[in-house]
């Protein structure tokens, strides 16, 4: 994947979407994603990969709001959507990998479909926990190989190709995007529709604790 491409497969993608989004058995996973952080009203929230703001919708009232995404076209459709919903959100064009926040800014950052679309889907988590004020939280919305598994099967290799075109990769294992960097999970559990999505729920240590 490269920025290059993701510019122009999301450009052709932002049309239409929000169509291919809400007939995918998405919108539980992504209830259930937010609704982990618990967010409160006065709380600073980012979301990295923004898209169209399909998760705008669920992010409770009060909290304020920032995101950033590399394709002009779906930043726009997701100031369309903040404005249907009177939301307040300061959305701007960026690079996941070196994010235009000093760090930590943010009480919770949200990763959906994002860490199987960017580029060096590491330095994109390690820039959501630099963020992240120490017992912040990371909700991530995926898909990764099965959890432990770092080779994908032939099969998978295969289909690859053809969703990397498509402007994802569904070979990451989350294992090896996450390994080494500070955080602790607090749940990992996959969705009904699928075990390779799955929700998973990070922290960023303060001292040596994690608030659930
Ligand atoms: C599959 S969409 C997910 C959008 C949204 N989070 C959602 O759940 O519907 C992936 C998004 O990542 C964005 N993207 C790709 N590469 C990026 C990068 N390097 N930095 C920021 N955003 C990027 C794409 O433009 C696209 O909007």
Not at 80 to 94: D, F
Not at 102 to 109: P, S
Request: charged share 25%; with cysteine; net charge positive.
């Amino acid at each position: 994947m490269t920025n290059q491409w993701n510019r122009i497969i999301y450009a052709f993608w932002a049309p239409i979407y929000d169509r291919m989004v809400a007939m995918a058995p998405f919108g539980a996973a992504r209830r259930r994603t937010i609704e982990a952080l618990k967010l409160k009203p006065g709380q600073k929230v980012l979301l990295i990969g923004v898209g169209t703001g399909a998760d705008l919708p669920l992010v409770p009232e009060g909290v304020e709001i920032a995101g950033i995404d590399l394709s002009d076209a779906m930043l726009s459709r997701a100031r369309r959507t903040a404005g249907q919903l009177g939301k307040v959100a300061n959305l701007r064009q960026g690079d996941a990998r070196s994010l235009p926040f000093a760090d930590r800014q943010f009480d919770a950052v949200i990763l959906t479909l994002i860490l199987s679309v960017v580029p060096e889907p590491r330095r994109c988590l390690a820039e959501a926990l630099r963020v992240l004020r120490p017992g912040g939280h990371v909700a991530v919305f995926d898909k990764f190989l099965p959890a432990g598994k770092r080779r994908p099967s032939c099969l998978r290799r295969i289909l690859n190709i053809l969703t990397r075109v498509f402007g994802t990769d569904i070979n990451r294992s989350f294992e090896e995007i996450a390994g080494g960097q500070k955080y602790e999970v607090l749940s990992d559990e996959p969705t009904p529709f699928s075990s390779s999505y799955r929700i998973i729920l990070l922290c960023v240590p303060k001292a040596s604790e994690c608030p659930a």
